[in-house]
Every structure is written in structure tokens, then in C-alpha cells.
């Protein structure tokens, strides 16, 4: 069955570390999105990217980086700089590159050491 | 600035009772309208989704909701609730902003079902 893979499904950082959140799909989906949602409040949209090598800053990009190399891959890094990690991770796919996400991932839980 | 207003922290129902979930937009153009299920630990479904025609909007798992311009409104409704549809229940508006389509998103709704 086609869908979105993200792994590890629960994930520990220390301090000053980067770590990087997988994000794999199977439904040859154009586009694809990183949120974040933290207890009582909605999803946050961190980057996203509309087509392989390309990709754009959300509404809460500081502290993470993306990259695109492949249609099937869109790995999210929470780099040190991000100072308030603790969060539930979402990685989305789109068919349409324009739209709005349509499949979502089970999700990872970032939490700090 | 664009919002969506979900009044409702938590609604609990019992089982085989109706369910309206309430969700407020505020938006200056034409809205795209979602409404998602997310299951604890994990993602989120789409159940149904507004663009543009009829106003009442069939979904999954029995679901539908209403675009009220004149409210800014899209509330979820079903006529009969089943234990399995416990979840957090999420509006969402589509909008256009900085040159890209984006979803805005509720707080969400908790929903219990008693038996």
C-alpha cells in the first residue's frame, strides 16, 4: 500500500545536537510538508517543498533545515539552534505541487534529553 | 490576519448520540475548507473538504460539514456517533499566502464517546 513512512517514531536529543527526522512516501507525490503541533494547539508549518531540489521556508523554519534530493525523500534536521524541540512531527504529502497536503505520516515525537 | 477558531476544547457524547463539531474562519478571500482526524499518536486523516458548489459537504466515515459564508463558518456534523470516532478532530482553512498555498489550522476539538 502507498503512504508516508517517518522514523524513528519516538526520538531523544541532548543538548546541542542535531538530529534528523526520516520522511519517506511511496505515492510519487509532487509536493511534501514538515508540521509541528504541540499539545492544544494546531499544526505549524515548517518547510515544505513543491518539487526535488527545491524547497521553502514555512511559518517556523528557525532552528530546522530540509533537503530535497529525491521525489521519495524529505528528511527534516532539528539543529541546536532550535531551542524548544520537544514537539510531535508531521511530514505530509501533496499529488498537487500548488495543493494542500492530503496523505500525513504516524508522526515522530522529538523529546529532549 | 487569518485564523481558525475552534470553540470547543473537549466534547464528549454518548454513543449513538449526534455530534456538531464547531469551526470559525477568518479569512478575506474565497476559503478553502478541511476538516482532519488525527487518532492519538498519530497523523491525520482527511474526512472532508471544502472548495467551491454545494455548501453541504459529504465526507468519510459518515461525516459532513456546512460552509456558511455568512458565518465564516464550517461546522462537522454526524448524525450518529460510534466509539471508534473518539479522536481530535482539526478545521483547517487554505489560504494564499507569501506566493504559496498554506493550511491554517484549528487548536482542535477532543472528542470522548461514552458508551
Known amino acids: 500500500d502507498g503512504g508516508i513512512t517517518q522514523s524513528p517514531k519516538y526520538l531523544f536529543r541532548k543538548e546541542g545536537q542535531n538530529v534528523t527526522l526520516s520522511c519517506e512516501q511511496n505515492l510519487n507525490h509532487d509536493a511534501m510538508y514538515w508540521y509541528r503541533q504541540d499539545p492544544g494547539q494546531g499544526l505549524r508549518l515548517i518547510y515544505y517543498s513543491q518539487i526535488v531540489n527545491d524547497f521553502q521556508k514555512g511559518d517556523i523554519a528557525e532552528g530546522y533545515s530540509v533537503s530535497r534530493e529525491k521525489k521519495e525523500s524529505f528528511p527534516l534536521t532539528v539543529t541546536s539552534a532550535q531551542k524548544n524541540p520537544t514537539a510531535f512531527y508531521l511530514c505530509a504529502s501533496s499529488i498537487d505541487p500548488g495543493g494542500q497536503p492530503q496523505h500525513f505520516g504516524d508522526g515522530t515525537r522529538l523529546s529532549i534529553l | 490576519a487569518q485564523s481558525v477558531t475552534q470553540p470547543d476544547i473537549h466534547i464528549t457524547v454518548s454513543e449513538g448520540a449526534s455530534l456538531e463539531l464547531r469551526c470559525n474562519y477568518s479569512y478575506g478571500a474565497t476559503p478553502y475548507l478541511f476538516w482532519y482526524v488525527q487518532s492519538p499518536g498519530q497523523g491525520l486523516q482527511l474526512l472532508l473538504k471544502?472548495?467551491?458548489?454545494?455548501?453541504l459537504v459529504q465526507g468519510i466515515k459518515g461525516f459532513e460539514a456546512e460552509f456558511k459564508r455568512s458565518q465564516s463558518s464550517f461546522n462537522l456534523r454526524k448524525p450518529s456517533v460510534h466509539w471508534s470516532d473518539a479522536a481530535e478532530y482539526f478545521c483547517a482553512v487554505g489560504v494564499l499566502s507569501g506566493g504559496y498555498n498554506k493550511l491554517i489550522f484549528g487548536a482542535g476539538t477532543r472528542l470522548a464517546v461514552h458508551p
Open positions: 471544502y472548495f467551491s458548489g454545494d455548501t
